[in-house]
């Protein structure tokens, strides 16, 4: 049973910075097809890709209104998945989701069905 944990969420600032975390079980992070990423959202709103990457090859993908600002990393030595985000806009407020999925060559993109594994999700919200 795959089971994905997100943690780093909280309250901050316009302008700051948090880093979360995606702590992976039962998941192999040693294929290089696999696809994980973050998603956010807001009450009302249909779930929005934030960035995905791409395990064992690096390469990433982000959503046009973070880019610049926001960067996704991996540990495969402690099977976790980061999400940097800095400048951090009123609008960035959501719950952050992770999610994962065994990719077997298909595209990493910012779409949610392609994802079997979602964590529980984790708060952020932006004040001024």
């Known amino acids: 049973q795959v089971q994905l944990v997100e943690s780093g969420g909280g309250s901050v600032q316009t302008g700051g910075s948090l880093r979360l975390s995606c702590a992976a079980t039962?998941?192999?992070?040693?294929?290089?097809?696999?696809?994980m990423g973050w998603f956010r959202q807001t009450p009302g709103k249909e779930r929005e890709g934030v960035a995905v990457?791409?395990?064992?090859?690096?390469?990433?993908t982000y959503g046009d209104s973070v880019k610049g600002r926001f960067t996704i990393s991996q540990d495969n030595a402690e099977n976790t998945v980061y999400l940097e985000m800095n400048s951090l806009k009123l609008e960035d407020t959501a719950v952050y989701y992770c999610?994962?999925?065994?990719?077997?060559?298909?595209?990493?993109?910012?779409?949610?069905?392609?994802?079997?594994?979602w964590g529980q999700g984790t708060q952020v919200t932006v004040s001024s």
């Open positions: 999610a994962a999925f065994y990719g077997y060559g298909r595209v990493c993109a910012l779409a949610t069905y392609l994802y079997d594994y």
């Open positions: 039962g998941y192999r992070f040693s294929y290089s097809t696999n696809c």
């Open positions: 990457i791409r395990i064992g090859i690096g390469t990433t």
